[in-house]
């Protein structure tokens, strides 16, 4: 029998233990032998509400509240669990959710049931552990769900994707295998290289998509060309994720292109095909009209001279939309071709805006331009062509607004020229839309504007051609300029007289056309 000394020291070492207890984070019982609570800790009494201390009167009530505060698809299994830990004496290992006594929410916990011996070896206590994860589990919900979700996407059957480190392709999904015919041993080998799957796009690749890829961490899908493991090529609408790490490393997504390209490459052949068969019965309409006009003015039949007028404005508007038909289809095929002559941008523009002034007299162009030629090297009539299709727009899209400005500036290294108009304008949304085939910047208004919005595709791929830009500033109501920048050439394909001037010797130019035409390069 224990002294009251001994009972005074147990009680004191035992007080020493549950504030120790109390000032852990984790919510603490010890649990008696026969499954009753002895004792719970202060952060559980937080938690679950109950702030009376357990005692011999309230162990029942304190061994009731615990399975109640269990999450319902939780409490069958864990108390399962833990009955049978208590019956053969295994310490256990168990995560489920408690309700928050206040609240009434549920957090997750990892619980930890650890048997204690006395000198005997027989289990005088349980003491149960639980740790807050519920962050921790919510990050592997989420975590876990994503995972699911790529494996999915991995799974797909209509998009390829593929994984590169530097030149090596290292993963990819059983469809960009299939796409490109290679094996999953070519992939496990490390046999499917960057280089070789795209080598058009590898050998330009710094500089078409580097400031996406590396500064940007995406590439905007974009039409290309796979080169297959039988040499074949396949395409493709090609995008990717950069991943920035000790290397460079791409998620690469594919999509097969070949039906689109197919059907884009019928309906270019339909085009140019049609194209062809007009421009034959347009071309002898506009001569039999011609020869219909001759005679009708001899006869001085002035009403139908005037119907034959408009007849002729109208076979040329159907003459130059099948023209433009007609380049589409040669720029599909890459067999527009041009010509690299000597062209006086300056002239250019004074004729094509005398042109224009002749034929409409509800519009003024005004040229704001520098004094002396300004030379680029180019196809000069494809160049004429980019003010005839950009004037043509302002007077269309200006009816009320009769002054157009044209502003030509240069600097050291280009030359721009300027084409503002005060017309109906277009919206900020649409304005990187316009230069798209087949686009049209007022879709509201097309009967009252129309065409078949190739006119500025074709000038922006002419302009390309030549090395040069055109953008658009614009605002709803109030007009658009264009803004076409061309670069200049270097001094050896200019005049000598320009030559001079070039190099800053203030010479002036006193050739004229005639005498310009040697230093050309036009087509024979």
């Avoid at 009753?36 to 938690?47: F, G, L």
Wanted: proline letters at 5%; aromatic letters at 8%.
């Amino acid at each position: 029998m224990k002294s009251i000394t001994e009972e005074r020291k147990w009680e004191e070492k035992s007080n020493e233990q549950y504030a120790f207890i109390d000032a852990l984070p984790q919510l603490i019982w010890i649990v008696q032998p026969d499954g009753c609570v002895a004792y719970t800790n202060q952060r559980w009494r937080d938690y679950s509400g109950e702030q009376q201390l357990p005692s011999r009167a309230n162990l029942f009530l304190q061994q009731e509240i615990w399975p109640e505060n269990l999450h319902p698809e939780d409490r069958a299994y864990v108390l399962a669990l833990q009955q049978q830990a208590f019956e053969t004496g295994v310490p256990l290992t168990v995560r489920y959710r408690l309700r928050e006594g206040h609240t009434g929410a549920y957090r997750w916990f990892l619980a930890q049931v650890v048997p204690y011996y006395n000198e005997a070896g027989k289990i005088v206590r349980w003491m149960v552990s639980c740790t807050d994860i519920d962050d921790q589990k919510q990050t592997e919900d989420t975590l876990r769900q994503s995972q699911e979700r790529v494996d999915l996407l991995m799974r797909s059957s209509l998009i390829g994707i593929f994984v590169a480190e530097d030149n090596e392709i290292v993963d990819a999904n059983t469809t960009f295998l299939r796409m490109t015919g290679y094996s999953q041993k070519d992939l496990d080998q490390r046999n499917i290289q960057w280089t070789t799957t795209t080598p058009a796009l590898a050998s330009s690749f710094p500089e078409q998509v580097h400031q996406e890829v590396v500064v940007q961490h995406y590439k905007t899908p974009f039409e290309t060309e796979l080169v297959c493991k039988d040499g074949s090529k396949l395409p493709v609408l090609l995008g990717g994720i950069a991943v920035h790490g000790q290397m460079l490393q791409g998620i690469g997504i594919v999509m097969d292109n070949a039906a689109r390209h197919e059907l884009q490459q019928r309906k270019d052949s339909f085009v140019s095909i049609v194209s062809h068969e007009l421009k034959t019965p347009i071309t002898s309409l506009k001569l039999q009209n011609q020869v219909l006009r001759k005679q009708l003015k001899k006869q001085g039949i002035s009403d139908l001279e005037i119907a034959s007028d408009r007849m002729d404005v109208q076979l040329n508007a159907i003459a130059r939309m099948v023209d433009e038909l007609l380049d589409i289809s040669r720029m599909q095929a890459g067999k527009l071709a041009y010509a690299r002559d000597l062209v006086d941008l300056d002239m250019v523009l004074r004729e094509v805006i005398s042109l224009f002034q002749r034929m409409q007299t509800t519009h003024t162009i005004a040229l704001h331009r520098t004094p002396a030629p300004v030379f680029i090297i180019g196809d000069r009539d494809r160049i004429e062509r980019i003010f005839l299709n950009i004037l043509s727009n302002a007077i269309k899209y200006a009816p009320s607004a009769p002054l157009i400005d044209v502003l030509l500036t240069t600097s050291e290294e280009s030359v721009t020229v300027s084409i503002r108009d005060q017309g109906i304008g277009i919206p900020q949304e649409l304005q990187e839309k316009i230069f798209d085939r087949f686009y049209r910047a007022a879709p509201l208004q097309q009967h009252a504007f129309p065409g078949l919005g190739l006119g500025l595709y074709i000038v922006a791929e002419i302009i390309k051609h030549h090395g040069g830009t055109i953008r658009v500033e614009s605002e709803l109501g109030k007009g658009a300029t264009f803004h076409i920048t061309f670069p200049l050439p270097t001094p050896e394909y200019l005049p000598v007289g320009e030559r001079s001037k070039s190099n800053g010797e203030g010479a002036t130019n006193t050739l004229s056309t005639d005498q310009r035409q040697p230093y050309s390069h036009r087509r024979r």
